[in-house]
């Protein structure tokens, strides 16, 4: 099951979702093109189940009801239901946001690939890997440039670029690029254990290069283009092993005088600062001259004394 289309925590959860929600009174079927990966399809009901692979692939291609497909250089989704929203039936929102928004996700983390022109699009699937992580090279072919088979050589050259002045650039290897099942114009390949440093990545497509010389645009030839990329050292082994130390902690307890409580034992924690009490004794010195009633004294004073002057006709 794709991603976007899992409307629980796990995958059979998912599906036994999908069974209870309610029914479509209609919807739009059609025969799946070239490329596309049918999601859902409709069967009649009463309908027997093909019971060869190849019958049941045929028929899902041929009653498509929800399909994907990568055309161009974006993705498209095709749902042939305008009544979602009778999912929000006794759950109100909860799955028919859940599913219209893991779409907008999915389609919206389609990484753009910027090197090239209308005809290829080249690139890695992100900018920065660690040494340690696998390099994932793509090249997306556009509708005018004809489709590539499992035999076709195509592949992506990988170069470490120089660190310092003198140096040369550093061919690291040539990564074969395969079109995938599902989507026959998306080349990709992968390598591992690149060293660190600045890369860029060049396209050899032998079985294109003629075709593409002749539709070349104003960019030029995008076999001359080149993406860039970089690798990072490895993490830590402090990043990479997240587990707790518990034998150095027991130990830092014991030398300060504490102890180690895990989340089973947190319940004796809570029952000794609950237990515990503290008596504290604090001293506060009130200045005489500070006090608001010496103040308020000093004032009804002055003005009694004043008031008696007047009474009595003095100035």
Do not use: C
Not at 72 to 79: S, T
Not at 124 to 143: K, N
Not at 173 to 183: A, D, K, T, V
Not at 191 to 210: N, Q
């Amino acid at each position: 099951m794709v991603p976007f289309l899992r409307m629980e925590s796990t995958a059979d959860l998912s599906l036994e979702r999908w069974t209870k929600l309610p029914d479509h009174f209609w919807g739009v079927v059609g025969k799946a093109k070239e490329g596309a990966v049918p999601l859902a399809f409709y069967r009649a009901n009463g309908a027997d189940i093909p019971k060869s692979p190849d019958a049941l692939r045929s028929e899902e291609r041929d009653n498509a009801l929800m399909v994907r497909q990568n055309y161009g250089f974006g993705r498209v989704l095709f749902v042939g239901l305008e009544s979602t929203w009778r999912w929000r039936f006794k759950t109100g929102d909860q799955y028919h946001h859940r599913f219209w928004g893991q779409v907008i996700r999915w389609a919206a983390t389609d990484k753009p690939l910027i090197t090239g022109d209308e005809n290829i699009r080249f690139g890695t699937r992100e900018p920065v890997y660690r040494q340690d992580q696998e390099v994932e090279f793509v090249a997306r072919l556009g509708e005018k440039l004809k489709k590539p088979t499992s035999e076709s050589l195509m592949g992506a050259r990988a170069i470490r670029l120089p660190t310092k002045d003198g140096e040369k650039e550093q061919v690291i290897g040539l990564i074969p690029l395969r079109p995938n099942e599902f989507r026959p114009r998306e080349l990709s390949g992968s390598a591992r254990d690149l060293p660190p440093g600045e890369y860029v990545m060049e396209l050899v497509l032998p079985d294109l290069a003629d075709e593409l010389a002749a539709k070349a645009g104003p960019a030029g030839d995008p076999t001359k283009m080149r993406a860039k990329f970089k690798v990072l050292p490895p993490d830590s082994a402090e990043m990479v092993e997240l587990s707790p130390n518990w034998p150095l902690m027991e130990e830092i307890a014991a030398k300060s005088g504490g102890q180690v409580y895990t989340p089973e034992t947190a319940d004796e924690l809570i029952e000794k600062l609950e237990s515990r009490s503290v008596t504290r004794e604090t001293r506060e010195v009130n200045r005489l001259w500070q006090s608001w009633w010496t103040l308020i004294l000093f004032l009804v004073l002055i003005t009694t004394e004043w008031g008696m002057r007047k009474w009595v006709g003095l100035p």
